[in-house]
């Protein structure tokens, strides 16, 4: 347990030399690939991930019965090389599937989809390399390629993850909260991950796995939705580059 | 509002909704206008002498009118075709009974894939899917027709669009004696010269290899 020893508490860096409140290096392209109608490749520290937006398009028989609405479907897969040892997963994995329905859910909060009954939106992840925060930066992802598709929505969606040092609660006093979880971290800290929309402090996503004490929760989601903050102005300035290459004319 | 703001991105506020309508693009909250997809802004000022001179005999509130729309333009669905001489980049597409050059990228016994290169007189940027079916290919003897006798990856197809088709594909046919097959090259590689209207023949070699043969203007 690395971060239980004393190397936190003494010099308070963390195991990749970030202090509590830093996000590993966010990186991101918009239209990656020019053949799907959005798409985007989004780095959070080591993990990688390629979304595709297709749609919205005829719905098919995704929902029936509902129709005024479009529908928001995400299908991610995860690359057997992306995590540390090489997995085969199951077709139906049920911790991919709540990932799945925690996106669709939130882009549906945030996009209009009242412009397009009976239609079909697809978000298809591909996750190439794992190193904590998955979801989060699925979600990114997300809002870059729906940005890139010209899919209109209230505003963006940014997500990162929070955390709280030593799990267990005798030294209650010394919990730091940390932001921006790596693999190793994620693995023995508990911790949450947190979305927000646009600027505002309205939080669209909030996942916890983990057993945490409920004291120390206020402020691992303070420190989280501070982070999306930080999320969200690293988008804002990929999409402004994409937007200044628009008006450059160029269409790729 | 002096300083203009040359792109929007979602969200991004874009004025009260009392001074602008909203256009494409834009969305009303809290009575604010925001943009909702990335694009350049443009505002459009209502043409001031259309209203009330022509229409005398009318009575039509004029307050909505005075305020300049806000619309957000989408750069490839919309945008630039409409100042057409300034960009030329204006996006092309096939349309039904548009003729078009396309090269065979695959060969079934039903069909034939196609990627289309050229609209018209107009190359694309990208390359679109096609579809010519078996039926399409040419207008008689349809029941004959066997694809592998008519077209081979790598050959420059002249064709007409006959349906948008499906998602994908675009339905294609070379059903007329203009259209089939203009550039060809042999199993040995060497480009041919067509000798009939279902033959071309390699210049080296001299072997014949059966094609649906454009006929040349």
Same mark, same amino acid.
């Given at each position: 347990?690395?971060l239980?020893?004393?190397?936190?508490s003494?010099?308070?860096l963390?195991?990749?030399?970030?202090r509590w409140?830093e996000?590993?290096?966010l990186?991101?392209q918009?239209?990656? !690939?020019?053949?799907?109608?959005?798409?985007a490749?989004?780095?959070?520290?080591?993990?990688k991930?390629?979304?595709?937006v297709?749609?919205?398009?005829e719905g098919g028989?995704?929902?029936p019965?509902g129709g005024?609405?479009?529908v928001?479907?995400?299908d991610? %897969?995860?690359?057997?090389?992306?995590g540390?040892?090489r #997995?085969?997963?199951?077709?139906?994995?049920?911790?991919?599937?709540?990932?799945?329905n925690?996106?669709?859910t939130a882009?549906?909060g945030?996009?209009f989809t009242?412009?397009?009954?009976?239609?079909l939106?697809?978000?298809?992840?591909?996750v190439?390399a794992?190193d904590? %925060?998955?979801?989060?930066?699925?979600?990114n992802a997300?809002?870059?390629?729906?940005i890139?598709?010209?899919?209109?929505m #209230?505003?963006?969606?940014?997500?990162?993850?929070?955390?709280?040092?030593?799990?267990?609660?005798?030294?209650?006093?010394?919990?730091?909260?940390?932001l921006?979880?790596?693999?190793a971290e994620? !693995?023995e800290?508990?911790?949450l991950?947190?979305a927000?929309v646009g600027e505002s402090?309205?939080? %669209?996503?909030?996942?916890l796995e983990t057993r945490? !004490?409920?004291g120390?929760l206020?402020?691992?989601?303070?420190?989280?939705v501070?982070?999306?903050? !930080?999320?969200r102005a690293?988008l804002?300035g990929v999409?402004?580059?994409?937007g200044? #290459?628009?008006l450059?004319g160029?269409?790729? | 509002?002096?300083?203009?703001?040359?792109?929007a991105?979602p969200?991004?506020?874009?004025g009260?909704a009392?001074?602008?309508l909203p256009?494409p693009?834009?969305?009303i909250?809290? $009575?604010k206008?925001f943009?909702s997809?990335?694009g350049?802004?443009k /505002?459009t000022?209502?043409?001031?002498?259309a209203g009330?001179?022509?229409?005398? /005999?009318?009575?039509t509130?004029?307050?909505?009118?005075?305020?300049?729309?806000?619309?957000i333009?989408?750069d490839? $669905?919309v945008? $630039?075709?409409l100042?057409?001489s300034?960009k030329s980049?204006a996006e092309?597409l096939?349309e039904?009974n548009?003729?078009?050059?396309?090269?065979?990228?695959?060969?079934?016994?039903?069909q034939?894939?196609?990627?289309?290169l050229?609209?018209?007189?107009t190359?694309l940027?990208g390359?679109?899917?096609?579809?010519?079916r078996?039926? &399409?290919?040419?207008?008689?003897?349809k &029941?004959?027709v066997?694809i592998?006798e008519s077209? +081979?990856?790598?050959?420059i197809v002249?064709?007409v669009?006959?349906s948008?088709g499906?998602?994908s =594909?675009y339905?294609?046919? /070379?059903?007329?004696n =203009?259209l089939?097959?203009?550039?060809?090259?042999?199993e040995?590689?060497n480009?041919m010269?067509?000798v009939?209207?279902?033959?071309? +023949?390699?210049?080296e070699t001299?072997?014949?290899?059966?094609r649906k043969v454009?006929k040349?203007?």
């Open positions: 347990m690395p239980d020893t004393s190397t936190y003494l010099a308070l963390r195991l990749d030399g970030r409140n996000l590993r290096r990186t991101a918009m239209r990656t !690939q020019a053949s799907a109608d959005g798409s490749y989004l780095e959070m520290g080591n993990t991930v390629i979304c595709t297709s749609g919205p398009s028989a995704v929902r019965g005024e609405e479009a928001v479907g995400v991610i %897969s995860i690359a057997g090389f992306s540390v040892e #997995k085969r997963r199951a077709r139906n994995d049920k911790r991919v599937a709540e990932m799945q925690t996106i669709a882009f549906e945030v996009i009242k412009l397009y009954p009976r239609s939106i697809t978000l298809s992840l591909h190439l794992q904590g %925060s998955l979801l989060a930066a699925c979600i997300c809002t870059l390629a729906l890139d598709a010209g899919v209109p #209230k505003d963006y969606i940014a997500a990162c993850t929070a955390g709280s040092t030593s799990s267990y609660s005798s030294n209650e006093e010394a919990a730091d909260p940390l921006d979880l790596n693999a994620e !693995q800290l508990p911790f991950t947190v927000t402090d309205f939080v %669209s996503v909030l996942v945490v !004490q409920v120390r206020e402020g691992m989601l303070a420190v989280g501070d982070g999306c903050k !930080q999320v690293i804002d999409v402004r580059t994409r200044g #290459k628009i450059e160029s269409t790729v | 509002m002096a300083q203009t703001i040359s792109v991105v969200g991004q506020l874009l009260a009392s001074e602008y256009g693009g834009t969305h909250h809290d $009575s206008l943009a997809i990335l350049p802004i /505002t000022s209502p043409p001031k002498p009330p001179q022509k229409r005398l /005999t009318k009575i509130p004029a307050a909505p009118a005075v305020l300049p729309t806000v619309s333009e989408r490839i $669905s945008g $630039s075709g100042d057409g300034g980049k092309i096939p039904v548009s003729t078009v050059l396309c090269r065979v990228t695959r060969i079934q016994p039903r034939a894939s196609v990627a289309i050229v609209v018209g007189e190359v940027d390359e679109w899917q096609g579809l010519i078996v039926q &399409d290919v040419r207008a008689t003897e &029941d004959k066997k592998f077209f +081979r990856p790598g050959d002249r064709a669009v006959i948008l499906d998602q =594909n339905y294609l046919s /070379t059903a007329s =203009n089939g097959v203009i550039m060809a090259t042999s040995a590689g480009s010269y067509p009939s209207w279902k033959e071309y +023949r390699d210049p001299g072997a014949s290899e059966s454009a040349p203007f």
